[in-house]
């Protein structure tokens, strides 16, 4: 069975900074791509970052380039975002994803269950 | 363009039929996936491509495409369809708004 376990949430300063973790089980992760994808309370879905199997292609969205770092370690099945210079539009909940690809459509076939973040002073 | 453009809300009967639509550019050439978010829970894929269901997807559910839109369609709706159903390109990059289903 699939999991994802997502952990390292929390609430913070603006400015400040938070690494999210995610544990993955249930399959070979090092296969695949993974993502994170958030959402602001009572709004809809942002992809906010993905990562190659390898970890040699990371992929931004514009409103988090240069600020956020996604990057994995293969070895211990984990997946991680660092969030920097933290602004109260970043506060949502964090989902991790396992990606699959089916020719050239990609989807995300797992999510965990979320990490909620809180920028506020 | 990339936006994907849902309508906010739509209803239905239940045991009827209902379509939830995505409209956008990219979907001229591409299809999009659907995801399926009840309240305090993390969304579940439901559609894929042209028209695939994940293991554990109730066959009610079926996705389609015409021009630069694509539609997910429940044919007979159930009481636990009733939730937020958002429509994402094929890059998994971009996410439509959302639509929020109600079954009457």
């Known amino acids: 069975e699939v999991q994802l376990l997502e952990s390292g949430g929390g609430l913070v300063q603006p400015g400040g900074s938070l690494r999210l973790s995610c544990a993955a089980s249930g399959f070979t992760f090092s296969s695949y791509a993974m993502s994170w994808v958030r959402q602001a309370p009572g709004k809809g879905l942002e992809w906010v970052s993905s990562i190659s199997s390898s970890g040699g292609g990371t992929y931004y969205g514009d409103s988090v380039k240069g600020r956020f770092t996604i990057s994995r370690d293969n070895s211990k099945n984990t997946l991680y975002l660092q969030m920097n210079s933290l602004r109260a539009e970043d506060t949502a909940v964090y989902y991790c994803?396992?990606?699959?690809?089916?020719?050239?459509?990609?989807?995300?076939?797992?999510w965990g269950q979320g990490t909620l973040v809180t920028v506020s002073s | 363009s990339s936006e994907l453009t849902q309508d906010p809300a739509v209803s239905v009967a239940l045991g009827q039929t209902v379509r939830i639509t995505c409209q956008g550019d990219?979907?001229?050439?591409?299809?999009a996936n659907w995801y399926q978010q009840k309240p305090g829970q993390a969304p579940v894929l439901v559609i894929y491509g042209k028209d695939n269901r994940p293991s554990g997807i109730p066959d009610r559910f079926s996705g389609s495409s015409s021009g630069n839109t694509a539609s997910l369609t429940i044919t007979g709706a159930q009481a636990e369809d009733e939730a937020d159903y958002y429509c994402n390109s094929v890059d998994r990059t971009i996410f439509g708004g959302g639509t929020k289903l109600t079954v009457l």
């Open positions: 994803t396992k990606d699959s690809v089916d020719g050239s459509t990609w989807y995300s076939d797992y």
């Open positions: 990219s979907l001229r050439s591409y299809y």
